[in-house]
C-alpha cells in the first residue's frame, strides 16, 4: 500500500503519475530545443549585421578617399590648364585668341565655386560632429 496513493474509489501508482506528465515534459522539452533554435538564428543573424555594417563603413571610407582624390585630380587639372595658358600666352607668336582668355576666367571661376563649397562642407561637417 506504500507505494499507491489512495483517491476515492480508485488507486493510482507512480508509474500511472509518470505517464501522465510525460506529455507536458515533452512539449517542454521541444519548446526549449525551439528556443535554443531562435537564439543561435539570432545570434548568426546579429553576426552578419554587425559584419555588413562594417563592410559598409569601409567602403563609405573608401568612398570618401576617392572623392578626395577627384577634387585634387581636378584642382591639379585646373591649375595645370591655367599654368599652360598663361605660358601661352607669354609666346609673342602664339597669337592668343579671346577663346584662351575665356577659358582662364571659367576655369576660375571654376576653381572659386569648389573653394567655396569645400570650405562651405567643412564648416557644415565641423558642426554636425559637435552635435
Not at 65 to 94: H, N, W
Not at 96 to 106: I, R, S, T
Request: hydrophobic share 40%; with cysteine; net charge negative.
Amino acid at each position: 500500500m506504500d507505494r499507491f496513493i489512495e483517491r476515492g474509489e480508485t488507486m493510482i501508482n507512480g508509474a500511472e503519475v509518470m505517464i501522465a506528465c510525460l506529455p507536458s515534459a515533452v512539449t517542454a522539452f521541444c519548446f526549449w530545443l525551439l528556443q535554443q533554435k531562435i537564439t543561435k538564428q539570432s545570434r548568426d543573424r546579429d553576426e552578419k549585421f554587425k559584419e555588413r555594417d562594417e563592410n559598409m563603413k569601409a567602403q563609405e571610407k573608401t568612398r570618401k578617399k576617392q572623392e578626395l582624390f577627384f577634387v585634387q585630380g581636378i584642382s591639379a587639372a585646373i591649375v595645370l590648364g591655367t599654368a599652360t595658358a598663361k605660358a601661352v600666352e607669354r609666346i609673342p607668336d602664339a597669337h592668343c585668341n579671346g577663346d584662351m582668355h575665356a577659358a582662364l576666367e571659367y576655369a576660375a571661376k571654376v576653381k572659386q565655386k569648389q573653394d567655396d563649397f569645400l570650405v562651405e562642407q567643412g564648416i557644415e561637417n565641423i558642426y554636425e560632429e559637435v552635435k
